[in-house]
């Protein structure tokens, strides 16, 4: 009747596209790394499926809505799918896998740790429990790969802080970008490049 | 007052049966790699209870079953209690204690992708969504199991696909039988069955 | 109207008050446990969060209370920031790190394996199955830290039954003492300090 809550419409609409974006980009790592560790054609697919939805998984446990969407809309774990196929045939040219690992990672820290922000935002948390929703959805899907993969967790190897902080800050971005009222298709994309450009930064002067 | 919903029944009960017998089984696996690994008595019940009720409560949680039926059924506590204590004064006859580990893990994995699968179908999530929440179900108490006794999970062994493979393959078969409206109190065995004898069979030409 | 239930408030405040004082000795261990591995200053911080909100995170999810209280109430999210810069200050005068890691996790254990059975017994499950969440409240954190630190989970080290038995023994103690109507602020903190003696002279004596 009224005027369209488009700020509602911006923020889930950015939500959803994101969080897509970070799936792919998180089952390609989870792919790298089992690619990385010799592990099989299944075993590729089970470790990017992980790392893509893992932190989804948790984000909406925790918020109750259940069941995640994981296992509600199929494109997300089909998304995984693509991601390792992808990953399976690119991987030769790659030559510094372990770099590119973490480069994805990056991607999908900044991505999840939005989304999860954004998500706890909408179901009315608290700022800065929305904020640590939303670490929580960014650090949950790498910390289960490296777990299953028996790796060091990327979480807390010797530069643990310029892992957590920029998604800290990225989080708490969300945060103050939603109580200004910013619009969130701007904000949403601009904190997950801010994050992932962090990292990046931060493993090359490394 | 109408004719009896036979097909509910059936599905029902044949979950209830094959639901104990998997978390008698895996309660059996859970224990011998606690027997192989040196734990106590105590640490052997711990394991038992963690393979045996890990993937039906991450499945419960999933779909939003609270409190998951390992904390709501008091069998369900009792049965890998049953099952280490069987364990433990079976286990000297036993001589190849790590074959033996992986038997009853694949008996169990056949089972619980099979409860799994149903469960969710019962709650009405799609084929392929269905078909993944078994597959979790299937093998999220060995991983849990692995991940405990820092073994390297089962899950991405060398061998993976011939882990994965049949679970995928077992609850695929389920999915299929529930659009089928095939008689699920024999489907659903005998797609556990299959998938025991698909891993059987690739352990011992392995 | 008529006489207070009294019964239930004296529950619920020591309810509240240990699991403050729990989330504190919990979060002490993880920060730790991260100073012993060398973490920096945000790995620290991480691995306070988790091992202190890990066990009641995992509880309120069985119980099906979400979103969990510490991503409810934002007090549990700030104690174990504030224990984590104690242990990083505090740390360099304990001389006998490995020692404090563990008095701390048994106060931790035995304060969370109380306030899980509680808050089970509050929500309507069985003696049995109130005192298994229980124990699960009280390993779930340090469950978390272990994995998390790539260190032999405590709970399946050598002496494992003098970490599960104290724990099983005080929620059970919780339970006959709910079930005879026993004032739970004098039985629930007897029941914590039982675990933590318990686990103090098993350690010493090992």
Redesign the interface.
Known sequence: MAAPDTGWMSSHLALVVLELVGIFVFAISGALT?IK???????I???A?VTATGGG?IRD????D???A???Q?EV?LVPLIAAVVAFFAHPVVERLNFTVLLFDAAGLGLFCVTGTLK?LD?G??P??SA??GVTTGVGGG?LRD????E??A??Q????L???PAMLGAAAVTVAHRLELPMSVAAPAAAAFVFAFRVVAMVRH
Request: avoid cysteine; hydrophobic fraction near 60%.
């Open positions: 089992a560790k010799d592990f099989d054609a299944i075993g697919l089970i470790l499926e998984v446990l925790i918020i109750g259940t069941p995640p994981a296992f509600r199929v774990l706890a179901h948390l608290g800065v429990q640590a929703l910390l777990v299953i993969a028996r060091t967790p979480l807390v010797v530069n643990t802080d892992y957590a902080i």
